[in-house]
């Protein structure tokens, strides 16, 4: 059977580990448990059961599906990892101030690793973006420093 990934649904939220095991089936389009567990166990000290857990978690959330296939079952990705990947990024950027996005985006390009390719992608985007005129800070009221919430901030004390 075809391996189908669904990419118009939104994408799960998945954990650290969740997405560990999401990583291999999207390398190898479907596995059993235990392959997911030796390719894991190079890199993780996870047992079978540890993989077995996870994976049905990602069952539970839609994120895999599962066939059987004699004693074992087969997982196959249901999410794509370009989709899933804008999902955990609009969720990054959900819980930051609306104003601090572009230091956060910054800091991200100085932590990562990037090929000169890379660099010229992310020229080129940036090239290509349209300046916000005004970007509204989205934080709770005493949760941040900006000139909104200090006439907020003010108000609330009196």
Known sequence: ????????????????????????????GQADAQQIADILGQTMDWKLATVKTLLGRL???????????????IYFPTVGEEATMKSATENLFAHICAKKVGMTIADLVQ???????????IQEALSEKTPAAVIHCNCVPGQCE?????TTSSNMKS
């Open 59 to 73: 069952v539970k959330k839609d994120a895999v599906r599962t066939e059987p296939c004699g004693k074992k079952y």
């Open 1 to 28: 059977m075809e391996k189908t990934i669904d990419t118009t649904v939104e994408a799960v939220k998945i954990s650290d580990s969740e997405w560990e095991v999401m990583r291999v089936l999207w390398t190898l």
């Open 111 to 121: 932590e990562a690793e990037l090929t000169a390719a890379d660099i010229a992608m």
């Open 146 to 150: 900006c000139r909104e919430h200090q």
